[in-house]
């Protein structure tokens, strides 16, 4: 799950290198580490597994996240799931980030895509597309997504961060 965050990694044991912080103390950091902060942070609920990096989201950030998707294996009888809000602050060029976005994601094996806010919503794409967050949350109160691994990205903005319970 962590695949797209390795940069984050290695900074962090050149850190601890560099303040000479024991190697196996640096080790055993990255290794009990458990994100809770909407940041890459894995989620499990009675119905399904998430993936919640609803803290912030770019162009970059946002390719990296769908392609490390790609790669995890979901358990068996899971589908894959993408929930995906507006990258925010990104100016003139929004729409065509967003293009692209949504262009890799016709490129990839995802099928099941919700697309969330006014920037997505400006998108040439045959994917479920919401106005805001509470959309997102009528339509799963009617009908909650079940069995899946989801992928939730997008800005703070967007508030994707109240999906989770729900899910």
């Known amino acids: 799950v962590v695949a797209y965050n390795i940069d984050n990694l290695l900074a962090a044991i050149a850190v601890g290198i560099n303040f000479n912080v024991d190697r196996k103390q640096i080790c055993h950091a990255l290794e009990t580490y458990v994100p809770t902060n909407n940041r890459s942070q894995l989620t499990e609920t009675p119905y399904n597994r998430l993936i919640v990096d609803a803290y912030n989201a770019n162009p970059s950030r946002m390719a990296a996240a769908l392609e490390n998707f790609q790669m995890v294996v979901p358990h068996e009888g899971e589908t ?12 003139e060029v929004s729409l065509e980030e967003h293009q692209k976005t949504v262009d890799l994601l016709a490129a990839s094996s995802l099928t099941n895509v919700w697309l969330v806010g006014e920037e997505f919503g400006k998108t040439n794409t045959q994917f479920r597309k919401f106005k805001d967050v509470e959309e997102v949350k009528a339509e799963i109160q009617k009908n909650r997504p079940t069995g899946h691994l989801i992928l939730i990205k997008g800005s703070n903005g967007t508030k994707l961060y109240q999906l989770p319970e729900l899910l």
């Open 80 to 91: 894959k799931m993408a929930i995906l809000g507006d990258m925010r602050e990104l100016g």
